[in-house]
């Protein structure tokens, strides 16, 4: 397939007369796909019911007329100011009770159902008038779903919904739900459905079973939105449909939402992310700066490339500095070169930079483009024409099945963050370690969904720290070819955030290991592990008859092993991990080879491809790579 | 007297089938007092009215038919779900207006009548209904007052009786209370009580004296609610009444509850203590993260000795890991086993387990119990068996009154807290500052009430910090045959948080010296002294003619002596103190014995106890302690 | 003219048995003036319509009987509890939607009518009957506006005052409103001015045009509210009105409300400035603990001569250890002295010591003054004495115009505080560094209004940071003989916090510079420069023809320059700015001269003071300067 760019545009933000030279540069510059519409509606309906839909038609044909094909976006991540009046109670709420009120963007409660219909309408109309349209290639169901911590409300609206998700789950048996969630513990047993509140504002934690079930039913809140959207587009177009995912947001379940999904989307802000949620050492933030972190992104693309079942671009590319993060720097020269084929070495059909032409106004005035608020060339217009013409030349990216995958599980994000036990740990996190951890070995990655039961052609399966593990999941990692490295915290709760005692977790088939106590720790108290390492922050006690492959200085087992299966029960530091993945790939055939410093490989069908993020040419195995360099080595 | 063990028990959580295998095994492991009952309401009365004391019936027979002993525990710190509906405003209020609702505990305002009287309603159907149960040998109200900062409440119940406490405290007389707290001072004068609000919410901060007024008055609502429940059970039962205080909760006052008391308790969690609420620097909470700070829990034996007038327990004992500090880690081991032993070496009666099987759900899920989730033996279980062989086989202990007193002053906590004058400056944390320098030299020490007026017996009593010393406090202190130490800023307001002009503070008899002037100090500013230590984060300007005994490097006047009365107006560092308590102790003829690093002594009538707190084996002059270790020498 | 001191007293809190005496000690110790009544309405006025004006009357009398000088407060920045009744919405509110309550003091909205008319109608009884009174020799409008975070009030008098402010900005059109902010951007566009809101409360930034024209309608309020009660008061007396600004505060235009006065005061509390608002490194705040910042009183000397267009004082000046900062250390010695001096210096005709006597009570009664509480001198009350005497022995102070300027513009603080874009970046900060490094070089220093069209006399003019520059000024600048230097983002936004585009900033007549790009860094991210110091947390990439004067060790522009303009795109160092400044300097032909660390010369038409801000002596060229030394060297 041809690998394609594309930008962001926004044609109600300029001058009508310059739409046509837009599109003639935008052409030149080597761009196939142009999203718009997406922040629109008060131009489309400027007043409800009185739709303008002429300028948009222009729009679209200017493009058109150069060949460009739009992705076109439905408006509903900003809903007018006369929405606000319509609807006064459509805001999410936060967990201090405080509604999130119309002036920005993203105002809305998922389950206000009078703002549901109206996202319905909107959709309808836009997919009347443009479902047939011919430039009109892609649509993208509203923006950024769960940016600016949007997923969870704390509503009236989100209350009474939160009570009928729950009537559904138990079948209307409240005593169900009082067992489950074991509520008998501090008399907070209710005796019917009406009587549960949102777990927010209580005088100590709430019930994590209760938390967890907010989680829950929040995520499916976002899916059920965009659902609405998908179906109302379907009944009137044929082109695909996505919705560009934000990096890091982890407050709905991706891979459910994008099961609606045609293409899966992301948006990619490296230098943004670094400062912002990567969660680096400072060390790392100053040395990667005008970068981004080395395996974030690669990490994210993995992700999207599963959420979209092999379909999947980069809705958003970052292109200069941004105006969000803490702090905003420009990016190395060649790293939007860099970030650009590192997405098409991951498998991204498309690589969109946002946005074509930086605004002088409003929120994001301060956030590069393509081009300069004056129209010239900012400096990311160059580097993504020479990736233009390198598309042209070369021949395209064969992707191929990964030999080691890791398992993602939302879910047990929410779980690890409904109850972390020590400050500071998160799921993300520990797979985002993992993810490093194989890169600097070397590794070529897919991500999984929980639900993957077929795990042919792995060599290797990383379900670190899925909290919640179903028996059959269990059984089809164990059944598999692959070593299977669990823990720590794999299958450390039932399906409600209970322990499970009989036996204690994580009861894996064949791999007799039961966890026989659980410690945090200060980040400054390591435990040193026998020939190297150290666990930090979370240590469980293992007991089992199973072979012990590491321990701590001390003798106490670390992790087990038996067959294919291997658990340890520790948070390890990167040298820790770094050694326990050799161990572990080792035993899987798996040829390891350690990357140099911000130096990073993915391997195709037909060549590997070798980055260089750090800000310092680097030697290695394939030559001499520059900063921001990129290699392409044929198999 | 023979001390004994106990266990806190949750019948209600687990299947009846298991209660009399649970009873036999407790009574198996030597345990005598079981507490249960205190967060059972809503299963006694999972509807108003509708009450099921069957269970409870039977839980205590199984219990009893062992031989085993009943804490019984008034339900009141959780009341149900369906008591929010009955009463919509019975929740505490933040301080930011925000009520605090259903869904953990605590979730009540001790100024809400409607709670109030529900809360005498279950206490005496409890009462009537076990009043004379032979089984039944002690009672506890409610659970741990002032968890989770819920003695201040901004309701309007709340509201309503603090103008009703004010008028009482000053005859009806609004220009009195004008007067007394200086509100002319910003125009902020009162025309009748009803006119006085809450001191939270205003632009700048609120007058000290309204704040400290504030506090005492919810101290004492804590205190009424509490006392309302003792007469209640007194009315239904000889067996002596409990209250289980938890560690470092300042916010009311435990001496004035506790002489409606029989026995005081505490729940004492040295891990999570040490995490939480110590004060102890990142390297200390490195160095004792498994063992706790070696003088914390000393200090709350020592306060609860005194709150019960010499009846005490430990109700809740850390037996594992606990769920709520920002790190948990597992206890060394052996702490188990020295923590109990250091509660009965300052007299505890008897010391309870929290919690016997490790709950697999809510809250608590991860705090360990003496039993782990799938009831095999935790840790902690050997070396509660441990202790209780111990305690067969050894003469009991016998306490003897201390030769050095503190006295703790709650009111003097609320007092800094209101007006620390730099920032982190607390009372509680002078007080610990103060006991851990008397450990350090081998001192057994008392707490005192701040009522206390006869002080035979003692050679050297400290009282740092108390704000207001009322005048006959100042005449016993005086009077008696003991070395008195004062400072900092004993004396400083009068009882309406004003600073007594006519003489400056601290007027002490007998001892000619004056504060002319206070500064507070930025931490990395200390102020050296003559001869070793430094002056940190706080100094008085001192005048008078007593004798200088400490002094600055440039010669200001740090500590003044005459008699047997001494006063420093300074806040010293750990060097300094112990100089000063070393000169004081000296005069006392105390005999002082430098411990080294985490070891303590606790002396009685008979004996000295010897505990190594920390986690390396120590050489003594009673021979090589290993970690965790404890020693009795007899006298 | 004939300087002089004074102080601030409240007769109002001490028995009328003393004032006599009081008057007689403040004559005695050769004070002028009195501030009095500023904090008096309930004693004014204990009830509405209630006035008691006799116990005011007799203490202007004791203090004029004795020849002092009375500046009497209108006290409506503590309106008594009464007006809460009268007026419950009378309050500001918190961006987070709280009400600020009664219980301190500035517990008002500036938008409120009803309070509005209130504080007309006290000032206008106390106008009326004070007007002619013989002893009242100055006025002071309400205290400290702006003080307590209270410009900004999100309350729906502010939304219905700031709707209305809007309509008349935009000439009732709001199409006009919603280009000038780029509201198309998300959809933002209002359809009336009474759809828009405060920007408060939404989910993620507002737009930063809305937030700029709220912070623009909230100083003109203050305007307003001011110029209400000077209005009052000029028809009823001849006396000069004043109004005392606080240190770093910049929520409203000084200049635009001192427009209004006769004279400016400002309320200068060195120590606790450098705790609380200076912005100084841990090192700094150590080593000028008690002596406050060397340089931060000094600006706002300047800053308020500009203000009260050459008539100011200080209106409160520390004499001891304040009540408010984190930590409040005493004075150096002699530092009280050299504070008031330093006034002087720099042109002040007062300087009034805040206060008489420290009260006992109420929230400032850690707040030390001239006496003690106990009436006993404090060590303040000799400095001011030597100052008295010294004032009486020497030749007065001749201010002169200095060669320097530094443009200081209230509304580029708000523009820098709406989009920092990069964390913690500060207008006001950026302005305090440059005239740090200026007084580093020797240099006396005047502050100007950004109205300032005629720049005859300097030499040198500093406009950093402005980030309007409306045409006019950048044509009175470049046409001015003076050296002008600019940058970091002069000019950067046009009117309604857009980037001009047509050309881009800064878009300067006669000197080329174009800022292509712009990017924020972390503050341990220094950009080296060629020839020592570095370029720290924003940097802008540079284009153009002019001169390249500064630029980075690997070659990129950084200052520019042509004819006598020069552009600087950084954010400097210390080091940085110190060459930059002595670049500009010498071309300027001032003379520059390195002052040693602490020390800080001013020059007047006859003489240079030169005072030590240090804790140690300093060799100087004029001699020895002690601690806390000031020395008079004739030109």
Redesign the interface.
Known sequence: MKRTLGTCY?P??WPEEIWAEDAARMKAAGLTWIRIGE?????LE??PGDLHWDWLDRAIEALGAQGLRVVLGT?TA?????MA?RHPDMF?VTA????????????YCFSHKGYFAESQRITRLMAERYGANPHVAAWQTDNEYG??D?VISYSDAAQTAFRAWLAEQFDGEIDALNEA???????????SFD?I?L?N??????????VLAFRRFSSDQVVAFNRAQVEIIKAHSTAPISHNYMGRITDFDHFKLGEDLEIATWDSYPLGFL?DRVGAS?EE??AY?RQGDPDFQALHHDLYRAVGRGRWWVMEQQP??V?WA?????PLPGMVRLWTWEAFAHGAEAVCYFRWRQ????????H?GLL?????D??AMQEAMDVAAELGAAADVQPAQAPVAILFDYDADWAWST?P???GLSYFQLILEHYKALRRAGQTIDILPPETRDFTGYKMILAPGMMHLPEPLKEALARSEAEVLYGPRSGARDGH????????PPALPGLDVTV???????P??PIALKGGGAAR?YLE?LEGTAEVVFETSEGAAVALRAGRQTYCGGWLDAEGLDRLIATVAQAAGLELRQMPEGVRTRRTATEVFWFNHSAEPVETEVGLLPPAGVKRIAL
Chains 1, 2, 3 share one sequence.
Request: aromatic content about 12%; proline content about 16%.
């Open positions: 926004y109600e933000h922040f629109s509606w008060s131009k400027p007043t408006p900003t809903p007018p100011r006369w009046e999410a201090e009770g405080q509604p999130r009120g119309f002036g920005s963007r993203r105002h940016c600016h949007t969630w074991g509520n008998m513990f501090w008399s907070m047993e209710y005796r009587e509140g777990p504002l209580t005088v100590t934690e709430p019930n994590p079973a209760h400062e400072p933030q100053r700066a200069g500095p105006n803490p702090y905003n720097p420009a605004a002088p106004f409003a929120q994001e005035q301060m590069a300069r608020p004056d129209s010239q900012a400096p109850q036990h020590g400050a955030f209970s322990i499970p005692t009989s036996p204690l026989a106590r659980v410690e945090s720790l200060r400054d108290m922050g006690e």
